[in-house]
Protein backbone atom coordinates (compact mmCIF):
# COMPACT_ATOMS: atom_id res chain seq x y z
CA UNK A 1 0.00 0.00 0.00
CA UNK A 2 1.32 3.21 -0.59
CA UNK A 3 1.11 5.63 2.06
CA UNK A 4 0.65 9.65 1.19
CA UNK A 5 4.10 11.16 1.56
CA UNK A 6 5.52 8.41 -0.90
CA UNK A 7 2.70 9.23 -3.19
CA UNK A 8 3.82 12.71 -2.74
CA UNK A 9 7.12 11.82 -3.60
CA UNK A 10 6.04 9.81 -6.88
CA UNK A 11 4.03 12.93 -7.88
CA UNK A 12 7.21 14.59 -7.17
CA UNK A 13 9.38 12.29 -9.13
CA UNK A 14 7.07 12.55 -12.39
CA UNK A 15 7.45 16.46 -12.62
CA UNK A 16 11.19 15.69 -12.75
CA UNK A 17 10.48 13.12 -15.67
CA UNK A 18 8.46 15.44 -17.49
CA UNK A 19 11.17 17.98 -17.00
CA UNK A 20 13.53 15.41 -18.72
CA UNK A 21 11.04 14.35 -21.48
CA UNK A 22 10.02 18.07 -22.44
CA UNK A 23 14.20 18.66 -22.86
CA UNK A 24 14.67 15.52 -24.84
CA UNK A 25 12.75 16.61 -27.56
CA UNK A 26 14.53 19.39 -28.08
CA UNK A 27 17.16 20.07 -30.45
CA UNK A 28 20.94 18.85 -29.05
CA UNK A 29 21.52 22.28 -29.34
CA UNK A 30 19.04 23.90 -26.98
CA UNK A 31 18.93 21.06 -24.79
CA UNK A 32 19.86 22.30 -21.10
CA UNK A 33 22.07 18.95 -20.35
CA UNK A 34 22.98 20.30 -16.92
CA UNK A 35 18.96 20.29 -16.06
CA UNK A 36 18.54 16.78 -18.01
CA UNK A 37 21.16 15.21 -15.83
CA UNK A 38 19.92 17.13 -12.56
CA UNK A 39 16.41 15.85 -12.96
CA UNK A 40 17.22 12.26 -14.02
CA UNK A 41 19.23 11.90 -10.72
CA UNK A 42 16.13 13.36 -8.75
CA UNK A 43 13.85 11.55 -10.21
CA UNK A 44 16.28 7.97 -9.36
CA UNK A 45 16.33 9.15 -5.79
CA UNK A 46 12.73 9.63 -5.26
CA UNK A 47 11.75 6.71 -6.91
CA UNK A 48 14.13 4.88 -4.69
CA UNK A 49 13.09 7.14 -1.27
CA UNK A 50 10.23 5.19 -0.64
CA UNK A 51 12.82 1.36 -1.06
CA UNK A 52 15.36 3.25 1.32
CA UNK A 53 12.97 4.88 3.84
CA UNK A 54 13.22 1.70 6.20
CA UNK A 55 17.15 2.28 6.33
CA UNK A 56 18.65 4.33 8.81
CA UNK A 57 21.24 6.25 6.51
CA UNK A 58 20.63 10.19 6.88
CA UNK A 59 20.30 12.03 3.49
CA UNK A 60 21.97 10.56 0.79
CA UNK A 61 22.73 11.74 -2.85
CA UNK A 62 24.91 8.79 -3.80
CA UNK A 63 22.98 6.89 -6.32
CA UNK A 64 25.02 4.27 -6.35
CA UNK A 65 24.86 4.00 -2.68
CA UNK A 66 21.12 4.38 -2.95
CA UNK A 67 20.63 1.63 -5.39
CA UNK A 68 22.34 -0.69 -2.92
CA UNK A 69 20.04 -0.17 -0.04
CA UNK A 70 17.23 -0.61 -2.71
CA UNK A 71 18.53 -4.11 -4.06
CA UNK A 72 17.49 -5.73 -1.07
CA UNK A 73 13.69 -5.18 -1.95
CA UNK A 74 13.44 -6.38 -5.44
CA UNK A 75 16.00 -7.87 -7.83
CA UNK A 76 14.72 -5.29 -10.76
CA UNK A 77 16.97 -2.94 -8.60
CA UNK A 78 20.06 -4.97 -9.45
CA UNK A 79 20.06 -4.09 -13.67
CA UNK A 80 19.92 -0.79 -13.01
CA UNK A 81 23.30 0.76 -14.16
CA UNK A 82 24.23 4.07 -12.29
CA UNK A 83 26.59 5.02 -15.00
CA UNK A 84 29.31 5.48 -12.15
Given amino acids: ?13 IGDWKAIEHEMKLTQEEV ?16 CLPYT ?10 LEF ?3 LCKGYGPDFGEIDPGI
Fill in 66 to 68: LLE
Fill in 32 to 47: ATGAVCFHCQQFMEKV
Fill in 1 to 13: MITENVRRWLIKA
Fill in 53 to 62: QKADFGKAHN
